[in-house]
């Protein structure tokens, strides 16, 4: 449709035309053909997601099939130990990574923006950089089928025997490299959401109004970004003993297994409730529209879900039981982990509440609903039984366990998924999806379901371990595997119904029109399927059910509500940003065209993992290098900072605010909350060793005092460089904030050099303990390299005029950056110097 | 003495928490009854609340959130906290008071037994022997990777980790055999890492100590060619046996080893048959192990060694 608004036709202050004579449909048009690839909108790449996580959950099923069908009876010869192991390594794997987290995800990308009243999410390019990432490392985990060196080490990598000793094949590298890559996908994804949700929401919805799945997924965004970092520093870690030699899980040179353990169940245990939360967040969102009232406690489970998040980093030694770990551990990490069953209770009691709001329809969203209700529950209680310690050591690592998980995730997780892939599908496709084949899909799925599951905590009890690709005959086990083997067939027809549903909807299902379900969100404000755009005007909230309780949003076509940034000033895709609290508009952020850039710097990414798995170091290399060159061109674009627009609503504001508040500058705290994780992951590796392998801490050489002390005045003159710069480029200083940036530059060299000259005496190879004080000092040195070369960059768009005099955000943001690496320097140099002054050798 | 004939292979319940043998496995056993009871009594509860809610619109209520989301479950987590914590004080305490320990080291895929470490310190491999009522120090040791020792009738598992040292004490209630597994992913042939734990009465565990102290039989006829063999063949370059070879560590001790009621670690029958076989295709009944298959004996020697170490009890 043709843009009306004359004010945008009009150029103001000079700023660049995106991609003039087009309309504000053709802005938005997604790219056709091959380069339908380069769409970095946030339908694309949502969709992009959901489907890829799709058909590994269908790959990870069919490896479940082949696990019980080698179980179906005792003594089986079906699949040889080799390869059991690897299938269910694989299954794990698969539904854990590169499943359950990627899928709730993609419908996270997919519906954010959608709900929160945004044109895409805020930073389009991260998203697909993202899914580029996922893919490549799921492409190179899954290739490892066809060099017959499937990983076989189960999906939590226990070393010693993922080492080089007792695996000495290339399946723990497989794992470990396509995993990180695809844990990066994970993150950047995360931070994005956080910028997306805090920075992009409709006019007038506060924190307070967002509908309850943008809280979800915030604190399921934020548990991501804090809770994967320790599993990416163990496969590092991991990954450089494997290839270099460094000794950080060795016993024999003071490393210790259990070090692994902690820092896998770290991620390992919030991981379960990153994915039930966005999960569970869909059933608080889909309870509603069928109950016809608004959640019941709304307040209550945004507390909670916050709790839980709090929560949930505090248990993750339950799997670990029968460690050895002293008595007071035990006690309180099984007070702490039945803990967590109070805010569960409370959303299970809210979502209860909310049902008997009103008359409920029973659609086949609903019977997922309660299905999950049924089956979640069940799976909360049995996991508060296993937090009891002397119940756990006999159920820890038996067919209990199984059982309790499965009921976990895919009562807590794939019900609810399913029931929002019928609830959802019209906004992907503009089709409904079968009710009465809907109907089967559920009772298939949930007879199959429980009749696998609900006897294995039987067979658990009756003493069958985990992981066994066989079992004698006539212990208690046989007719068991039997029945549950049986009903996993049943289970996997569902889901095989289900597909077949998907694909007959998408050319024959009733066409949906508009808000089919009559539900309360914005995402379903258009006609269905929605436009690229989502909303030609951004509508004002004023409630969290906006299409309940907002007449001017239904009373008429949906083209004509009112709004903000009704067509495209300067023909360029932008959408509204906001106060991240209070939802007021603070700011009219720019968003980027489709573009190859976040293809190739994923590529790049690929290139450098795969040809470290092949050992040809300079191509990896090679292909690092390329990837930092195309991140380099991605954030070079000039800067519209400045620039100032009406937003069609009586205000004018100014495109990229440079302030705290801008979502450029969230993103850098976001980041910077990753990097503080990662960090914490190896000071706590360090202060383990020390602590639990003192001998070999006696061995260690110290560190240098002198050049630490060095070190630790470098990070400070960071800090304070840091306050000031950012102090200047928000007063506009240009030249003084290029000087800063340069400063900055050379600061975080100049701590980096001194902390390797503080640790040139310590060996790597020697101790464990030498190993992990070498690694944090690397990792230090890289986020140094990095604020080197941000400094450099910024100079160089200072001095080629790339960036308005007057507009320091990217000053601004690297400011930031550097007070959180003088922060992380400075904790380095502080441990290392105490460390230093106390003995050794 | 024990009596291989009545293994726990086939045997129904072998293996099973449920029907407990041992104090920890009894006591675990009193708070799974007691958990699941309960459990299963809060969730017919909570299910008859969604059904109430789905069929009276009564409305929300604010106090179902507060008690049934917090109250509730702090009250029931505060009440089973406190017996959990009573059962594990009294399972893992009392380690000062076992008189007898048994140390046993996981080994890609079969267990070190020494009895009494530090004083006899007598070897022995895949079964472990103890006196029925008196509690046992047991301590737990891996020279590879990480196994979980585990016999559910008696007790609870524990984890047994390279570079550590675990200790947990057991008591069996009854003389019995009781199956048990490695129940931690040590690699290619976990499933089939398994021990019987053999609770005897007090003085007959006596005896059997005495008499494991003792050189291996000596025997004559076609059985000590078999002897002959195992010295040609290398065997002792991993095995023990007592009076015959002693030192090597490499492999399971067979100073006895006709005389435990099941091979492979707890896998198949003892008879001369199966170890026969076993010897010629230990790759092919064991994937992974450590022991080659010594499929180039000759059918006599390998009879013979076969029916020698079937004799050793």
Known sequence: MAVTDPETRTPYGGARKGEPGKTFDEIWQQPRGLRYWSAVSHQAVGKRFIVTGFCFFLIAGVLALLVRTQLIVPGNTFLDSETYNQVFTMHGTLMMFLFAIPILGGFAVYLIPMMLGARDLIFPRLGAFGYWCYLFGGIILMSSFLFDAAPDGGWFMYTPLSSNEYSPGAGPDFWLIGITFAEIASVATAVELIAAILCARAPGMSL????????????????????????????????????????????????????????????????????????????????????????????????????????????????????????????????????????????????????????????????FILGFLFIFVLGGLTGVMLASVPFNLQAHDSYFVVAHLHYVLIGGMVFPLFGAFYYWAPLFTGRMMSEVLGRWVFWLMFTGFNLTFLLMHLTGMRGMPRRIATYPEGIGWDRLNLLSTLGSYILAAGVLLFVVDFIRHRRVGPHAGRNPWGAATLEWLYPLPNPNFNFHAIPAVRSREPLWDQPELTDRRAERIDGVLRGTADSRRETISCDPITGEPIQIARLPHPTWTPFFAALGLAVAFGALLASFYWISLAGLCFSVLVFLLWAWEPSDAGVLRPDGMGRTLPVDLADRRSHTHVVVVGLLLVLFALHASLIFGGLYLWNVVPDFAELTVRPLGLPLILAAGAALAMAVAGTVARRWALSERIGASGAMSGLTALLAAGTTAALGWAILPVSPFDTALGAVIWATVTFVAVLSAAAVLWGLFNLARDLTGATRPGQARHAFNLATYAKGLAAMALATAGLLLAFALTGGA | MTDRADSTLGVFGAQSSL???????????????????????????????????????????????????????????????????????????????????????????????????????????????????????????SEDVIHSFWVPKVAGKMDMIPGRVNETVMTATEAGRFRGQCAEFCGLSHPLMAFEMVAVPPDHFRAFLEDLQGDAADVAGPAARGREVFLEAGCAACHAVRGVAEGARLGPDLTRVGGRAALGAGMWPMNEGSLAGWIADVQDMKPGANMPSYAHLSGPDLRALAQWLGSLR
């Open chain 2, 19 to 141: 029907l407990p043998a041992g104090e920890g496995a009894a006591a675990a056993l009193g708070l799974t009854n007691a958990m699941t009871l309960g459990g299963a009594a809060i969730f017919v509860i909570v299910m008859a609340f969604v059904w109430l809610a789905w069929r009276r619109q009564t409305g929300g209520r604010t106090w179902w959130i507060l008690g049934g989301g917090v109250v509730f479950p702090l009250v029931v987590l505060a009440l089973l906290f406190v017996a959990s914590t009573g059962v594990l004080r009294a399972v893992a305490g009392g380690r000062e008071d076992a008189a007898l320990t048994i140390e046993v080291t996981g080994h890609q895929f079969w267990w070190d037994v020494v009895y009494d470490p530090g004083g006899l310190a007598i070897r022995d491999a895949n079964e472990v022997v103890m006196p029925v009522g008196v509690p046992v120090r047991i301590v737990l040791k």
């Open chain 1, 208 to 367: 307070t109004k967002m509908p309850i799945f943008a809280w979800y997924i915030l604190i399921f965004a934020f548990m991501i970004a804090v809770g994967f970092p320790p599993l990416i520093i163990g496969s590092i870690l991991l990954e450089a003993q494997r290839l270099l030699g460094l000794p950080f899980y060795d016993a024999a040179l003071g490393g210790d297994p259990l070090l692994w353990q902690h820092l896998f169940w770290l991620f390992g245990h919030p991981e379960v409730y990153i994915i039930f939360l966005p999960a569970a967040g869909m059933v608080a969102t889909m309870l509603p529209t069928f109950v016809g009232k608004p959640l019941f406690g709304y307040g209550f489970v945004v507390a909670a879900v916050i709790s839980m998040g709090f929560i949930s980093f505090g248990l993750w030694a339950h799997h670990m039981f029968a460690t050895g770990l002293p008595i007071l551990s035990l006690t309180l990490f099984s007070a702490a982990s039945t803990m967590v069953a109070v805010p569960t209770g409370v959303q299970i009691f809210s979502f209860i509440a909310t049902l008997a709001e009103a008359r409920p329809r029973l659609t086949v969203p609903m019977h």
